[in-house]
């Protein structure tokens, strides 16, 4: 009897280890099993293509050509070291989020018009608006690598305005819708009267005289430096300051800079009709007008100093 028990005991042990057995590999089993829905979501985020970031603006750079990228697939066009177009895309800005200002001081606050601003002073009187500031940008190149010659504007009743006889001494007299040099001082080339010369233009020439001494170019072979420009009074001006391309399928894009009424500092625009792009603008638009956030140009508006 004492035997048969001890039979019994012993097999009931053995079934309760065998049973504790089997659990275990259950449980390491189960754990095994892989989850197929984490392995969906994992293959998911691997395969998933990760797009590169676009950043246009970078706040902290310092000129147009550092503040602003070409959008992905673009490169800025290449142009010579020491060509106008390298001038403009190198002008100085302001720190990101500077509100341009007018001539006495006061913020331009109009929104969506400017992401960025020139840094480059404007006087404290009512002269250098749109058109002004075009010639500005034009005579600042040529004064900053010394070729004085080529600094010369009409007055809107036509008179050329020749900076080098300026630095002869001759200054201009204005009577009666008609101009005439007459010897004032003695010779000088300071910045003072390159400056001084730029006011007595900002005063008697504008759109309408700009516009005259400009050639017609056809949209599609748009350069940095050229303008969109109607003649009038009121009239309107902007300048390309960079041009960026895309050279697998050929578009451009475009940057414009402007001064307004009154006279203001010199202001990048955004682009009123495409804010994914802005501050570029592309050529590919469509129709024939281009919209800026103060004026409408037409296709045919764009022209060229000869």
């Avoid at 994992?42 to 246009?56: D, N, S, T, V, W």
């Avoid at 802005?278 to 050529?283: A, E, T």
Wanted: aromatic share 10%; charged share 25%; with cysteine.
């Amino acid at each position: 009897m004492k035997k048969e028990l001890k039979i019994t005991l012993k097999l009931l042990i053995v079934s309760i280890l065998v049973t504790q057995l089997l659990a275990c590999t259950k449980i390491d089993i189960q754990g095994d099993v892989p989850n197929t829905e984490d392995q969906e979501i994992k293959a998911e985020e691997i395969l998933e293509p990760q797009l590169p970031e676009q950043i246009i603006v970078v706040e902290e750079g310092v000129t147009i050509k550092t503040r602003i990228s070409p959008p992905i697939d673009f490169q800025r066009e290449s142009v010579e070291e020491t060509s106008f177009a390298e001038y403009l895309r190198n002008l100085p800005l302001k720190p990101h989020g500077s509100p341009a200002l007018y001539y006495n001081g006061v913020e331009k606050n109009k929104k969506n018009v400017y992401m960025a601003v020139v840094d480059m002073e404007i006087g404290d009187r009512d002269l250098q608006q749109c058109a002004d500031a075009i010639m500005r940008l034009r005579g600042e190149y040529f004064y900053g690598i010394g070729v004085y010659e080529k600094i010369h504007f009409n007055f809107t009743n036509g008179f050329r305005v020749d900076y080098s006889k300026w630095m002869e001494g001759y200054r201009i007299v204005v009577e009666n819708n008609q101009s005439f040099w007459v010897k004032r001082t003695e010779p000088s080339n300071t910045y003072q009267d390159f400056r001084s010369y730029m006011n007595i233009i900002f005063a008697y020439a504008g759109t309408m005289s700009l516009e005259n001494e400009l050639i017609s170019v056809d949209l599609n072979e748009m350069e940095t430096g050229d303008i969109f420009i109607q003649g009038g009074s009121p009239g309107h001006a902007v300048i390309v300051v960079d041009m960026s391309v895309n050279e697998s399928t050929g578009e451009k894009l475009f940057l414009l800079a402007q001064s307004y009424m009154p006279a203001q500092e010199i202001q990048i625009l955004e682009n009123p009709m495409d804010s994914d792009l802005s501050p570029w603008y592309s050529l590919n638009f469509e129709g024939e007008t281009i919209s800026t956030p103060e004026w409408t140009f037409n296709r045919s508006d764009l022209k060229r100093f000869d």
